[in-house]
């Protein structure tokens, strides 16, 4: 099993920024691929972005539009997503994902942490 546990969301202005953390904890190759979904009032829930081990990563250009970039730190066993000049509809619940199978169209993770709610207020 793996627990993922996210940390830094809150309420920040429309232009400001802010850096989600998830650590994961567990069967160590269960969290190879880690990653972002979120989750807007009313909508469905939408990929954010992903990365492995090897630090390569993809960000949808959808959901960022060229503002968000994903880390993660192997030593650490925790994954960062790094949100810039954030807007009214970037407000949703961020979920942190994770699976040994890797991260590629139509990803369905595992593994969920229990979210985390950013609030953009304009």
């Known amino acids: 099993q793996v627990h993922l546990v996210e940390s830094g969301g809150g309420l920040v202005q429309a232009g400001g920024s802010l850096r989600l953390s998830c650590a994961a904890s567990?069967?160590?190759?269960?969290?190879?691929?880690m990653g972002w979904f979120r989750q807007a009032p009313g909508k469905e829930r939408e990929f954010v972005a992903a990365?492995?081990?090897?630090?390569?990563?993809?960000v949808s250009a959808a959901s960022s539009k060229g503002r968000f970039s994903i880390s993660r730190s192997n030593a650490k066993n925790t994954v960062y997503l790094q949100m810039n000049n954030l807007k009214s509809e970037d407000t949703a619940v961020y979920y942190c994902?994770?699976?040994?199978?890797?991260?590629?169209?139509?990803?369905?993770?595992?593994?969920w942490g229990q979210g985390t709610q950013v609030t953009v207020s304009s």
């Open positions: 990365i492995n081990r090897a630090n390569v990563g993809i």
């Open positions: 567990g069967r160590t190759n269960s969290y190879d691929n």
């Open positions: 994902a994770a699976d040994q199978r890797n991260y590629g169209t139509n990803w369905s993770p595992a593994y």
